[in-house]
């Protein structure tokens, strides 16, 4: 249940006040993990890759607590479970649209759903689904993803406030036994660190091996 957090008493207040005297308090890490045991399971049950990785990213980032907060105005709020926001190329256009949808039930269900709906989409972005519990999901399937940079709109009072994880991959990269794929995520300082994202890696990683 969505909750506001009580600054005063927050063991995290003394970072957090620190970060919000930047200017960009926004940054990225890439790391490289093996994804051989996902691509080996989509290929089996006939599931798309992207959309399954969509589905145990955004699992992966709600078990770890640092990611469900969200800043508005003055006010620091846990949110119910974030749900992914993601890119989806139109059938044979180059041009792509978002879709925004909860990660329903299992993999499978999920990649049925999402199919279906970036399939019946005819409109770029449903900006009544767009709040601040949303994931930023990209992929560049042509290129072996070593960093990215992503958009702000620093002319805003609160674009200091943007707390919506963004995270891109390229293509995955045969690398011995192992089949490679370089992840960005880019956070806010103000409510997560290093740390946090190493869990999420961490997490991710113990979710593709248990396939």
Not at 51 to 69: G, H, K, M, P, W
Not at 183 to 210: C, M, P, T, W, Y
Request: proline share 4%.
């Amino acid at each position: 249940m969505e909750k506001q957090i009580d600054l005063s008493s927050w063991k995290r207040k003394e970072i957090f006040d620190f970060f919000s005297h930047a200017s960009n308090p926004y940054y990225m890490v890439t790391f490289r993990i093996d994804v051989a045991p996902l691509y080996a399971y989509v290929k089996e049950h006939h599931l798309s890759f992207y959309y399954s990785l969509v589905y145990l990213c955004t699992q992966a980032i709600n078990e770890v607590d640092a990611f469900r907060y969200t800043i508005r105005g003055t006010q620091v709020f846990y949110l119910d479970p974030r749900i992914p926001s993601f890119t989806d190329l139109k059938k044979d256009s180059e041009y792509f649209h978002i879709v925004t949808m909860p990660t329903i039930n299992s993999l499978a269900e999920f990649n049925a759903e999402a199919r279906k709906r970036s399939a019946a989409q005819q409109f770029f972005l449903d900006t009544t689904q767009e709040t601040d519990r949303v994931i930023y999901f990209s992929c560049l399937p042509w290129v072996d993803l070593t960093a990215l940079t992503n958009e702000h709109d620093f002319s805003s009072p609160d674009s200091k406030n943007d707390s919506i994880p963004r995270i891109a991959w390229g293509k995955y990269v045969p690398n011995g036994d192992r089949l490679e794929l370089g992840i960005s995520i880019e956070v806010n300082h103000r409510l997560i660190d290093g740390l946090h994202i190493g869990q999420f890696a961490q997490r991710l990683e113990k979710l593709i091996r248990e396939l």
